[in-house]
């Protein structure tokens, strides 16, 4: 990836369905469900590292016996008010509440948190109050990021009600998301994993709609995705020496086979190539970029295809496991983070174990190659002339854009199957991130693909822009003196367009899209929202409900 530097530190599940728990019975007249989280160590050992139970209930904040209540607070002309969920809780402290406000300070701008002994005024012995914004302004995005807020700043409490807004589907899985994402950490390599932290044992998310069958599968959903992007999280934080191409495919084996295994687990199918495999399939890409590493490349198939699909998407993730620059090497402080190039592998394939588990009535295909780029006498060098599969050479001029050159391989065998649309996502390129800035992704391709994938992203609250791919840059794909194309020209301009026009040469004419998540793949500082520092899981949510579209 040609990218500039980052940094990180994260966490929990590789395998999405040691998160999704069972079904708990109803308790106090509501449903109730369990998420269990566990770790998933990259040769597939999973040691369970902590229980926490959410529950969904219709019940009094006021009332709840538990450690800390959760209230939203928005700002207005007129002082804060606190928002809806949180009505019980306001009129138990009636006129002292606005006095304490004041006296803490206590805006209700976004993201502000303070915490508040409650001396008998309601069950809880702690009130922990957090900012939502400007009360006109409420989103689910809005409440999903004071949710994660929240998760952060209750410590060490063994039980937590949230009575955040969460009156309708939409922010009851808000709610769900930010508190179970924003609370994510990774421990994997700390001797001491939470010095003087304990995480909730029970978390109660408050909705007077809890026993709608809509909230009910919303709240169920929410489940479903926070597994699943914590899985992407986990292994993107992973050391590059810990998981290299063959460690990360037999990481997704041995996910998939959790995934699999018992009564009424989903049908999910999975192959696996090694470098001979990948050789004799002409895969000229992904064996290019993996031969100056002592660790082979990989890619891995992963197949949904429920009964009665009428549709197929095929998606496509970059699995850059350590991205050195190969011989156009990266300065060291670049290097740092480079364990995030397989950002775009790790998503679709948690993706297709979410659309598996939600049951959803599209065929799906998942195509993740892997491979690691380093330098060695073996390792390509600028000037080599590479055959992807089905016969396209591409004249390599710069080894730091190798990401492309295995998803050409991987869009040439989505595209054999004739889908209805591939999506590709991937940590691509550092232009990307100079135009949109960190948090928000850049989609390419169909008009139709672009626009579903916005809509998409706005029902997984994930931030997405549209860009252009100019026909000029194709003239610059297919400038190359010696071979069919080039796989990059050293033009300092447009460098993101120049890559979605390399990738749509391997697309075969079918509608397409392209995601680049070199910006909010990986979060090099410091928390922000439901988003802790590391890799993201970004994308994850998004093809989800993009697929779910297509049904």
């Known amino acids: 990836m040609v990218q500039p530097p980052k940094s990180a530190n994260l966490a929990p599940s590789a395998t999405c369905r040691s998160w999704s728990g069972e079904r708990s019975g109803e308790r106090s007249g509501a449903d109730s469900s369990v998420i269990r989280p566990n770790v998933s160590h990259p040769d597939g050992v999973v040691r369970v590292q902590g229980v926490t139970t959410y529950t969904l209930r219709n019940a009094s904040p006021a009332k709840t016996r538990c450690d800390a209540v959760v209230v939203g607070v928005t700002s207005s002309k007129k002082g804060p008010v606190v928002?809806?969920?949180?009505?019980?809780?306001?009129?138990?402290?009636?006129?002292?509440?606005?006095?304490?406000?004041?006296?803490?300070?206590?805006?209700g701008k976004d993201g502000e948190t303070a915490k508040v002994p409650t001396g008998g005024t309601i069950k809880s012995p702690l009130l922990v109050l957090v900012g939502l914004g400007e009360e006109r302004a409420l989103t689910p995005v809005g409440v999903r990021r004071a949710a994660g807020v929240a998760a952060r700043t209750v410590t060490n409490a063994a039980s937590v009600a949230i009575a955040l807004p969460a009156?309708?589907?939409?922010?009851?899985?808000?709610?769900?998301?930010?508190?179970?994402?924003?609370?994510?950490?990774?421990?994997?390599?700390?001797?001491?994993?939470?010095?003087?932290?304990?995480?909730?044992?029970?978390?109660?998310?408050?909705s007077e709609q809890a026993r709608k069958k809509d909230t009910v599968a919303a709240f169920e959903r929410a489940r479903a995705v926070t597994a699943c992007v914590a899985g992407a999280r986990h292994w993107v934080n992973l050391p590059a020496g810990d998981l290299t191409p063959p460690v990360f495919a037999d990481a997704v084996v041995a996910a998939h086979k959790e995934l699999t295994s018992g009564r009424g687990a989903p049908k999910v199918g999975i192959t696996v190539w090694d470098e001979q495999k990948l050789a004799a399939e002409g895969c000229g890409g992904i064996l290019a970029v993996g031969k100056g590493s002592e660790a082979p490349p990989r890619l891995v198939k992963l197949t949904w295809e429920p009964k009665g699909a009428t549709r197929h998407v095929a998606l496509v993730g970059k699995g850059i496991t350590y991205d050195s620059g190969g011989y156009t090497i990266k300065p060291p402080a670049s290097m740092l983070h480079m364990k995030e190039d397989m950002a775009g592998a790790a998503t679709v394939v948690q993706a297709l174990f979410l659309i598996a588990q939600l049951n959803l009535p599209v065929r799906v295909t998942a195509w993740a190659p892997m491979a690691e780029n380093m330098i060695s006498g073996a390792a390509m060098r600028p000037g080599d002339v590479l055959t992807i599969r089905g016969g396209t050479t591409v004249e390599m001029t710069n080894t730091d854009a190798e990401g492309r050159l295995i998803l050409a391989d991987a869009l040439v065998l989505a595209a054999e199957e004739k889908p209805?649309?591939?999506?590709?996502?991937?940590?691509?390129?550092?232009?990307?991130?100079v135009a949109l800035g960190e948090r928000m992704a850049g989609v390419m391709g169909a008009d139709d693909v672009v626009a579903g994938l916005r809509a998409a992203a706005?029902?997984?609250?994930?931030?997405?822009?549209?860009?252009?791919?100019?026909?000029?840059?194709?003239?610059?794909?297919?400038?190359?003196?010696?071979?069919?194309?080039?796989?990059?020209?050293?033009?300092?301009?447009?460098?993101?367009?120049?890559?979605?026009?390399?990738?749509?040469?391997?697309?075969?004419g079918i509608p397409w899209g392209h995601v680049d998540i070199a910006g909010p793949g990986f979060n090099p500082g410091g928390v922000h929202g439901y988003t802790t520092s590391g890799g993201t899981g970004f994308g994850v949510a998004t093809l989800m409900e993009y697929v779910a579209a297509q049904a």
């Open 83 to 107: 928002a809806t969920g949180g009505g019980d809780v306001a009129k138990a402290y009636g006129r002292r509440l606005a006095p304490l406000l004041a006296t803490l300070g206590f805006t």
């Open 167 to 206: 009156d309708s589907p939409e922010l009851v899985r808000a709610v769900t998301e930010g508190f179970a994402l924003g609370g994510y950490t990774f421990t994997e390599y700390k001797t001491d994993p939470k010095p003087g932290r304990t995480d909730a044992g029970e978390v109660v998310v408050l």
């Open 420 to 433: 209805d649309t591939i999506v590709d996502i991937a940590t691509l390129t550092g232009a990307m991130v």
């Open 458 to 508: 706005d029902a997984a609250g994930e931030a997405v822009w549209p860009m252009p791919i100019p026909d000029e840059m194709r003239e610059r794909v297919t400038s190359s003196k010696v071979a069919d194309i080039a796989q990059h020209d050293w033009v300092r301009w447009g460098g993101g367009l120049f890559a979605a026009a390399f990738l749509r040469e391997f697309t075969d």
